[in-house]
């Protein structure tokens, strides 16, 4: 793993951090790669709509937006 740190300058992220933390008392996200398995990487949005993987998530924070699954 390689830590990155982030500051109030890096916008929705920074406030998705803050709001996760605020939530779990825990102020770290794990970043990884989204695919499935023997699926290459997902490559924008058009393939995570697509991806087998994008059907078992229940939250997606994408291009600053935040999608929830049944909302």
């Excluded at 830590?3 to 102020?27: R, S, W």
């Excluded at 994008?54 to 935040?66: D, I, K, P």
Aim: aromatic share 8%; proline share 7%.
């Amino acid at each position: 793993a390689r830590v990155q740190t982030v500051t109030d300058d890096a916008g929705h992220f920074y406030q998705l951090l803050k709001a996760f933390e605020a939530l779990t008392g825990v102020p770290v996200l794990l970043n990884t790669s989204f695919n499935g398995p023997h699926e290459p990487i997902v490559d924008g949005p058009e393939e995570v709509v697509r991806s087998p993987v994008s059907n078992n998530l229940h939250a997606l924070f994408m291009g600053g937006n935040l999608y929830i699954r049944g909302a």
